[in-house]
């Protein structure tokens, strides 16, 4: 049951969202819902090859319609110094292409124009003439001797990115072949997109009087977009004005800058117009950022009776034709040496290859933080292969290496450092809820019957909460967050944070952590994020950073605003500083709770009667730097039945059990763990970014890049345990990509489950029907 | 996502539709629920230079039922069959396959003709109106000619539709007996396509005999297909699980399915085995009389 915003002490309860009012009646403010007076529209003309040279561009008949008012092609930008544009990778991507085109949908020429219809037109009017190359599209193909160069700007030419890696390798060598066990398979984690409804757009307003540049854009980073922009464009940092209205949706996608937006700028301070760019779904799949795309080769070693020894993991990641990641300046596979997971494993080695291919840039991580989802998926996977060559319940191997919790602070071998955690816990109330025993007695019944069913098990650790300075930054700008209170003279608060949500509750949510610090409720306190003129910097929201780091800011702001309190309070009560008690919603003398102050009567006194001496006003301002990074964790179970006619899976049941530490609302978390396990469905089941042999993209619309609806989405059943974080003020983790990082195997673990009486022990991710059928046709046992 | 200019014309009368269609050519395009034909045309896969809209027109609207049959007009919606109860004792194929066709928006609007027309291979009306037998009704300015189903779809979104004309009605026959009916679906999520389909529907005499038999499928052939090898085993026989099965062998032998991304051609023959012999066994055991049941 929903509680109101006027619920007093409202941390840890589930407080009706605030943004929903307006979200659900239609009265967001989304980018497209912006016009501008005088405003242009531009469009994308894009190439249908995915890799060709460009003997020529034409664009005299598209100028030539009437309402065109620009047409730029990658020459025009290169004049200007603006035809590549740096990644937040460290690589560099063409704004529009110049010479050559390296992708399917890659853009060639914008167009602007009075509507966006007429774009349109005028776009289809520019003659571009291309001579085809071979494509390349297998990432290990390119990796081959004699392999076309794609990135023939590169020095020395090569399709290898980066070769990155974690870990002791001959250790993890010597002790694998000490192992009475070593299973290897190889995992891929296909391409997908963060698909968010509402796909990426912007509009650049310049005013050339006073040279300023409001630039409204769908961003989860304003001020990175901000900083990044005045590097590109060389517009000095204080006249860029990044304003992120309301956001439908990001997962990742909406943290890079596209090509769209630079064009749009170019063209408003060209036209000295403001110009609108909005892509289409299109557009959004088949060009701005995919995410996943690993292919990943696991060796796991055990002893005989089951502990685990040994973990060998190699890479290889297409991050088709630009490196437009945005990953930590240090991790350019982003936070994968996570692969060790939940379990005690004395030593282990990781190395990823980045690798180029005639396919779009990217990749983000999609609702993950930073490639978390990649090795959750493989350490899962590689436990339940491990289980079944052993021949082990794939629970009690778990229960046999999970990291104890007297072990807390964990260091593991590949060089984290694991604030918190009880697995043994966690899994224990998932097997509860579920009823672990029971159905593994219906099972072995169904399984006599000759009937598929599985029982699959995920028990992951995400590492999120980017990061503490000693280690990230992004282009150098170190990745902390902020919060700016404000307590008005009637007690109400306004706090602006450097984060900027697109679904995640922070009006809510970080309302109620101050309302809890200083004795008021969320409906007193007015979180704003967004505007770069009025937010204090920060990185952003993305990798389930912006509690872990924002939060902990509004928690510390909210302290410091209220040791100020104390000290009016103090002067209001006409006692001593010490003498003061807050007993979370008051403060008064030691030992007469009835004589006190509220909050809102101190902050009235701070600006009407403040003790002598002190500076008046009741505000605070944090700059939080994680001292490290979190761990949630979780434990999924899921009962999947398989017909064996269609061999469609039919998820019966699916519990997931999540630590996040401390709660600050359980009905927002519980929206955060359903909408991350249906995304984690999709991928398990349904979704692939997939290209043909010319590099043609297979899934460019809604038609054929499935997005599941509450038709094909499975009940879940959400539980917790609640095991703090030691080193964040409040004790929370970050908790909207676990769903996402742990499901994905628990699916796939409980599909194997139910084949591996015939020997089954991996298929690769989407599970289509078909791909079951296959299986099942050969074994001989398809009805 | 913006369509190529095109002209728009709303038709007031049907014959002024069909003036239109003959006076313009083949760039003019009838638009009934623009379901199809809008989605194609804003990603400029169809361009047509100018669009007659019949979507209002009376004359085509609602169906009439008679001793002869059931006559669905042009424009009559998914949405209307999917809620005609009146329609459930003489023809329940028609609202169990509506309700499978895309979501409820689609349906809203969508009509059965235009369905038809666009003959998309895995649109499912073509595999549910091939099991009943159904004709459609061709009007120009000039003649009418009513053509069976099986001859109106030709090929892969091809029609024996000439460019002047309009499909008016869809009919089909009465059943001879006590109808029984249902469609099975294949689809990746709800609102996709059919990976296959398949429109069963049986007429059975008083003695439980099957006297009618329509197979239909959708997604396994370059258009809707009929398999009548299917259809003539079960004829003359009580529907029982013998017959059955050889029904659903013989029908997977007239599926003729490609392999794709959505299977491939064994498997997508496998579930036309499959379903039609799941939608017999079904139909079969809603016609048993219901021998000693209480309340
Ligand atoms: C998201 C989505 C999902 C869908 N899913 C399914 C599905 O699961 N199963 C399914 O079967 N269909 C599906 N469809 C297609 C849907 O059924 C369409 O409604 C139908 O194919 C076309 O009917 P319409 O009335 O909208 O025709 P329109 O789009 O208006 O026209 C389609 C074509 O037929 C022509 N035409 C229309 N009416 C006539 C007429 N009376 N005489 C001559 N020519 C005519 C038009 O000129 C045009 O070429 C889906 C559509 C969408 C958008």
């Known amino acids: ?783 | 996502m913006f369509p190529a200019p095109f002209g728009y014309v709303r038709a007031e009368s049907l014959d002024e539709a069909l003036a239109v269609l003959a006076r313009e050519g083949p760039g003019a395009k009838i638009l009934a629920g623009g379901q199809s034909l809008l989605p194609m045309m804003k990603l400029r896969i169809a361009e047509p230079a100018l669009l007659v809209d019949i979507h209002r027109l009376p004359a085509l609207t609602g169906w009439q039922e008679t001793a002869e049959g059931l006559t669905l007009g042009a424009v009559v919606r998914h949405s209307q069959l999917e809620r005609a109860e009146a329609l459930q004792e003489f023809y329940p194929l028609l609202g169990r396959t509506a309700r499978w066709i895309a979501d409820p928006l689609v349906r809203n609007r969508g009509t059965v003709a235009g369905s038809l027309a666009h003959a998309d291979p895995a649109g499912d009306w073509g595999a549910a109106l091939l099991a009943l037998g159904a004709s459609v009704t061709l009007r120009s300015l000039t003649r009418t000619r009513e053509l069976p189903l099986d001859a109106f779809l030709v090929d892969i979104f091809t029609t024996a539709l000439e460019p002047d004309e309009v499909l008016t009605a869809i009919r089909i026959p009465k059943p001879a007996g006590r109808p029984f009916g249902t469609y099975l679906k294949l689809e990746r999520k709800v609102g996709d396509f059919a990976v296959v389909g398949v429109a069963v529907n049986v007429v059975l005499d008083a003695r439980h005999t099957v006297v009618e038999a329509g197979i239909g499928l959708a997604g396994v052939g370059p258009r809707a297909l009929r398999a009548p090898a299917a259809e003539a085993a079960l004829i003359g026989h009580p529907l029982e699980s013998g017959g059955i099965r050889e029904a659903a062998a013989l029908a997977a032998e007239a599926a003729d399915p490609v392999s794709d991304r959505r299977g491939s051609r064994a498997y997508k023959r496998n579930v036309v085995r499959v379903f039609v012999e799941r939608g017999l066994k079904a139909l079969a055991d809603e016609s048993r009389p219901e021998v000693g049941v209480t309340a």
């Open chain 1, 1 to 783: 049951m929903a509680l109101e915003l006027s619920e007093p002490r409202p941390l840890g309860k589930p407080i009706r969202r605030k943004e929903d009012a307006r979200l659900i009646r239609g009265q967001g403010r989304y980018l497209d819902d912006i016009v501008l007076p005088g405003m242009l529209h531009l469009a994308l003309v894009r190439s249908p090859y995915a890799h060709a040279r460009i003997r020529r561009i034409d664009v005299q008949r598209a100028a030539a319609l009437p309402g065109v008012h620009l047409v730029l092609t990658g020459q025009d930008l290169a004049a200007a110094g603006l035809a590549w544009m740096p990644t937040l990778a460290g690589d560099r991507q063409m704004v529009l292409a110049v010479d050559k085109v390296l992708f399917q949908y890659q853009e060639v020429a914008a167009v602007v124009a009075e509507s966006r219809a007429l774009a349109e037109d005028a776009a289809a009017l520019v003659e571009v003439d291309y001579e085809p190359l071979p494509a390349v599209v297998d990432p290990y193909r390119a990796l081959e001797p004699g392999s076309p160069i794609l990135r023939e700007d590169r020095d020395p030419p090569s399709n290898r990115i980066f070769h990155w890696e974690a870990g002791d390798r001959a250790a993890t060598e010597a002790a694998l072949a000490r192992s009475a066990v070593v299973v290897r398979e190889t995992v891929r984690m296909p391409r997908v997109h963060p698909a968010p409804l509402e796909p990426c757009g912007c509009i650049a307003d310049y005013q050339r009087a006073t040279g300023r540049l409001t630039w409204y854009v769908t961003s989860q980073a304003p001020h990175a977009h901000r900083t990044v922009l005045a590097m590109v464009a060389g517009i000095p940092e204080h006249k860029i004005r990044v304003v992120s209205p309301d956001v439908g949706g990001g997962f990742g996608n909406k943290v890079p800058v596209f090509p769209g937006y630079v064009a749009a700028i170019v063209a408003a301070m060209r036209l000295n117009r403001p110009v609108k760019w909005v892509e289409t779904r299109t557009e959004n799949l088949t060009s701005t950022n995919f995410a996943r795309d690993y292919h990943m080769t696991v060796e796991i070693g055990a002893d005989a009776d089951g502990k685990v020894t040994a973990l060998k993991v190699s890479t290889i990641a297409d991050h088709g034709a630009f490196d437009a990641a945005a990953d930590p300046t240090r991790f350019p596979a982003g936070l994968f040496s996570i692969v060790t997971g939940s379990y005690d494993f004395p030593v282990a080695f990781a190395e990823v290859d980045g690798v180029y291919t005639n396919k779009a840039p990217g990749g983000v991580a999609y609702r993950c933080s930073f490639r978390v989802t990649e090795a959750s998926f493989l350490i899962e996977r590689a436990m339940q292969s491990l289980a079944l060559r052993l021949g082990m319940d794939p629970v009690a191997l778990r229960l046999k290496n999970f990291i104890p919790p007297e072990k807390f602070p964990y260091h593991s071998p590949l060089g984290w450092t694991y604030d918190s955690g009880n697995y043994r816990a966690t899994l224990e109330r998932a097997m509860e809820r579920i009823g672990y025993a029971a159905l593994r007695q219906e099972q072995a019944e169904r399984r006599a019957r000759g009937e598929l069913m599985g029982i699959g098990v995920s028990t992951f650790t995400e590492i999120v909460g980017a990061g503490p300075s000693h280690t990230f930054d992004i282009l150098g700008i170190k990745m902390f967050d902020s919060c700016e209170l404000r307590v008005h003279p009637t007690g109400k608060v306004l706090a602006r944070l450097g984060t900027r949500h697109q679904g995640q509750g922070h009006e809510t949510t970080f309302a109620q952590v101050i309302a809890e610090e200083l004795g008021l409720t969320a409906d007193d306190v007015l979180v704003e994020e967004g505007d770069t003129d009025t937010a204090p910097y920060g990185l952003g929201t993305y990798a389930s950073r912006s509690t872990p780091t924002a939060g902990a800011a509004a928690a510390v702001a909210a302290r410091r605003v209220r040791d100020k309190a104390r000290r009016i309070a103090a002067h209001l009560l006409e006692v001593a500083e010490d003498d003061v008690e807050w007993d979370g919603t008051r403060f008064h003398p030691a030992g007469t709770p009835a004589r006190g102050v509220t909050m809102a009567e101190v902050a009235l006194a701070a600006y009407t009667n403040p003790p002598p001496g002190m500076e008046p006003g009741l505000e605070g301002t944090v700059y939080y730097d994680p001292p490290n990074l979190t761990f949630p964790n979780g434990a999924y179970l899921c009962v999947v039945d398989i017909d064996k006619g269609t061999s469609q899976v039919h998820v019966r049941r699916f519990v997931a059990v999540d630590d996040c530490g401390t709660v600050i609302n359980p009905m927002v978390v519980e929206g955060q763990i359903h909408g991350g396990l249906t995304e984690g469905f999709a991928i398990a089941f349904l979704q692939e970014i997939a290209f043909d042999e010319q590099g043609n993209c297979l899934a460019p619309n809604f038609m054929e890049y499935l997005v599941p609806t509450a038709v094909e989405t499975p009940q879940w059943e959400t539980d917790r345990t609640v095991t703090p974080s030691p080193h964040h003020p409040i004790g929370a983790k970050g908790v909207g990509e676990s769903p996402n990082v742990g499901s994905p195997a628990a699916f796939v673990n409980a599909v194997i489950d139910a084949l591996a009486p015939l020997g089954v022990t991996h298929l690769d991710i989407p599970l289509y029907p078909w791909k079951i059928w296959e299986v099942l046709h050969e074994r001989g046992v398809a009805e």
